[in-house]
């Protein structure tokens, strides 16, 4: 397998060359990488790969002028079903380390902070401030990092990015909704910002923004950033984010924050990424996203899903109502066991409810005589009362309750359960 990867590959495309450094034109979209269709559950290990295209290979170029890859390195980039991604050039063990990318070369707040738009941008969400700064270096003629941005796709297959005739293909789903509470809501940020930052600052920002830009850069930091670095809310990090996801790994332990040399002479903080089993070399080295995304995040967030039932989730969202007379007693019970007035329940295929999914729902439909466990005398002990069956009369209408949610939300499918089963691949 080795072998034959190495004989497929032109073996010089990503020695590192001299250092000289050719400017890049803009090399346009990655639109062959990236097709606009409806979610499809994609084979997860996918040996066969092809040389990527010439974006790519000048972004090597550049990782290696910075010091961050060598001949040595024990990946590279390549073409697989899942978009780019890095392919093991020998043998690799479980945990070893892929590649260590230092701080100057990632992107985060800080980053923007210290740069020409820092001042203005202080204060905005880290996400805005970044999506600013991604959009603004993609539309310089002269940016830094060109050649990162060269190699970000347009687009990934994830609902936010999908037609209003594609949509229509999942009336009726939670992930429609979400969609476009999530559209909705980057909309809302960009107005705000188009009034706040843009228009005050022309001379910062001297090409038009759009909507469209912001929600490239909105889809771009939900499939690439990390954030579980120490103290860090979301970091690009260049190459690493070439990483694609297997759902056979059952780990998300592969990232580390460390001192080391970043260069000849320097020394700085490095993002070490370490392959979380062991690769055969010219295999895909790959991890795990995140274990507890259900389809829907993994959809809204990366544009893929898994055929795992684990990850087939309901979120049923459940509400104290301000109307109700004992609003406030309710809430404060709610949110002395960490709920709100509003709470959000992931329902999975197969798996027990959610400890305080029963509790909560009791509680909001608690009334009549049962109010007096309400009463601050049982302010300590009501969470466990509420854990078993209160009365007939609670229970019955916490019933009726979730029966009126699926009824609402099996209304909004433009197919019926018969006809669904009727599908032949159903069957
Ligand atoms: C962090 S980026 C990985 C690099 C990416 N493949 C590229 O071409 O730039 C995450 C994106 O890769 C793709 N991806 C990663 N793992 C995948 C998988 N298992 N199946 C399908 N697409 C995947 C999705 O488009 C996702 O939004």
């Not at 320097?266 to 370490?274: C, E």
């Not at 999975?348 to 029963?358: A, K, Q, Y």
């Amino acid at each position: 397998m080795a072998a034959l990867f190495t004989l497929s590959f032109s073996s010089s495309t990503f020695l590192c060359p001299g250092r000289t450094r050719k400017r890049l034109s803009f090399l346009g979209t990655r639109t062959t990488l990236h097709f606009k269709r409806p979610l499809s559950v994609n084979s997860l290990l996918s040996p066969e790969y092809d040389p990527p295209p010439p974006a790519v290979q000048i972004f090597w170029q550049w990782m290696c002028e910075e010091g961050v890859v060598s001949t040595k390195s024990p990946v590279r980039p390549g073409v697989f079903r899942e978009g780019l991604g890095l392919v093991a050039l020998r043998d690799m063990a479980q945990n070893e380390v892929v590649l260590q990318v230092p701080r100057r070369l990632w992107i985060n707040p800080d980053t923007v902070s210290a740069s020409d738009i820092g001042n203005v941008c202080d204060g905005l969400k880290p996400w805005v401030s970044v999506a600013l700064f991604l959009i603004r270096e993609k539309l310089r003629d002269d940016s830094p990092w060109r050649y990162y941005i060269d190699i970000l796709p347009e687009y990934t297959n994830s609902t936010i990015y999908w037609s209003e005739e594609e949509l229509s293909e999942i009336r009726g789903t939670q992930l429609l909704s979400t969609t476009l509470d999530v559209k909705e809501y980057v909309q809302n940020e960009f107005q705000k910002v188009e009034e706040e930052i843009i228009f005050p600052h022309k001379q910062l920002f001297p090409s038009p923004i759009t909507l469209d830009d912001f929600l490239w850069a909105f889809g771009i930091i939900r499939s690439r950033a990390f954030s579980r670095l120490s103290g860090q809310s979301l970091v690009l990090i260049p190459l690493v984010d070439l990483i694609n996801h297997s759902s056979s790994i059952t780990t998300e332990d592969h990232a580390r924050e460390i001192e080391g040399a970043a260069g000849l002479f320097s020394w700085d903080l490095l993002f070490s990424l370490q392959t979380p089993v062991s690769v055969k070399a010219g295999e895909q080295v790959l991890i795990q996203y995140a274990l507890s995304k259900s389809n829907t995040q993994l959809a809204l967030d990366y544009g893929f899903i898994e055929s795992r039932s684990e990850r087939n989730a309901y979120t049923l969202p459940l509400k104290i109502s301000e109307s109700d007379p004992f609003f406030g007693d309710k809430l404060d019970i709610a949110e002395s066991n960490g709920l709100g007035d509003t709470a959000y329940f992931d329902i999975f295929l197969g798996r027990p409810l959610p400890p305080t999914l029963l509790p909560y729902l009791r509680l909001v439909a608690l009334g009549g005589t049962d109010t007096f466990l309400l009463e601050s005398l049982f302010r300590n002990s009501v969470w466990g009362h509420l854990e078993f069956p209160v009365s007939r009369a609670n229970e019955e209408l916490m019933c009726q309750v979730v029966r009126n949610a699926c009824k609402s939300a099996l209304s909004g499918y433009h197919t019926t359960i018969e006809e669904v089963l009727n599908v032949p691949y159903m069957q």
